[in-house]
Structure formats: C-alpha cells, structure tokens
C-alpha cells in the first residue's frame, strides 16, 4: 500500500486517517525468506499528515501473527508483536541531516511513503535472535546428524577446559620462534 506524494499534500491541516490489511507474504518472499516462513494479514491503523518543514509524519500500529523458523532445528514456530510506527520521511534527502540521528527519517521512494515497506522493516527489526519450539525451550535433545552434534557451551567447556593457566601463557611467549626475536625487541624501544 502506497500513498502518493499528490494524496498526501492535500493533508497539511488535517491527518489522513487509514485502516489497511496488508499482505506481507510476496515481500517476505523476495526479502526475508530466511527470517520469515510466512505472515498472516496485518491490519494497520494510523494517520500521515504533512507538517510545517513539508516532511510527511506516519504513525501507526499493528499487530502481526508471524511463523519463524527456529534457530536451532528450522522447525516452525508461532510468534506474535505488536508495534508501533513513528516515521518521517522527506522529500529531499539532504534534508535528514537536519533531524537526530536516533529518528526515524526516511526519503521518500517515488514519491510515495510506502506502507507495506514500513510495516515490513519495523516487523524485521524486532524479530527475536533466537527463536525456539516449545520443545526446545522445555530442553530437547540438541540436534545432531551423521558424524556432528550440536553441544551447549557449558558442554563444551567441560570437554575442552582452559589448558593453559596465565602463569602458563607468560612461560609460552618467553619461548618466541628464534626466527621473530628481532621483532620482540621492535615494541620495546
């Protein structure tokens, strides 16, 4: 869904009001395969108004019911947000300069504020690092294949323990390689 700069600058005075439902799905495919398996339509409701600097103000919010593939098996996994936009966008992108770095400001693409992109990139941004199964998060098995396994850290700690001690290391660096001796003394000049 995109609202054209032409449409847009009829509301100086007064907010465009929107109740859209977005199908996010073709986007996703195109640019978020591996992040996103599929979403549910999102309905988005909000208001974009132009302001006095002749910037064009979206604020909205939505909810989105989204499948993620977990980061430890791939296996599908529900997970639901709710997030609210509050972007600027300009016409001239010289003009960003003028706002603080922590804002939200955008160029206008087209001439147009697009919506579906908005909704899609705050949607991605608060994606989870690590999504898991309910199963997983109860404590199954870690996965594991032919010849490989997947351990937690502390696993691994415990088969690989630190081998050398600090005192150890300092006794390691005195034997250098005869070869780098010169170089030793470069630093200590």
Not at 15 to 37: C, K, M, V, W, Y
Not at 113 to 139: C, H, K, R
């Amino acid at each position: 869904m995109k609202f054209p700069r032409q449409q847009l600058q009829k509301y100086r005075n007064e907010p465009l009001h929107f109740e859209e439902t977005l199908d996010l799905n073709p986007a996703i495919q195109e640019r978020f395969s591996d992040l996103i398996l599929s979403v549910k339509p999102v309905k988005v409701t909000g208001t974009i108004q132009m302001d006095d600097q002749d910037d064009y103000l979206l604020i909205a919010s939505f909810h989105a019911d989204l499948t993620l593939p977990s980061s430890r098996s791939l296996s599908p996994v529900e997970w639901a947000t709710d997030l609210a936009i509050h972007e600027t966008y300009v016409e001239d992108p010289k003009k960003i300069n003028r706002f603080e770095e922590d804002e939200a400001v955008f160029p206008l693409v087209n001439n147009a504020v697009d919506l579906s992109q908005a909704v899609l990139d705050n949607i991605v941004s608060a994606l989870p690092l690590q999504v898991l199964t309910p199963e997983e998060e109860a404590g199954a098995p870690l996965p594991e294949g032919k010849d490989w396994q997947v351990i937690s850290e502390a696993d691994f700690m415990q088969e690989h323990p630190v081998e050398a001690s600090e005192g150890e290391n300092a006794e390691n660096d005195a034997k250098l390689d005869p070869r780098l001796a010169k170089l030793d003394d470069f630093f200590k000049k």
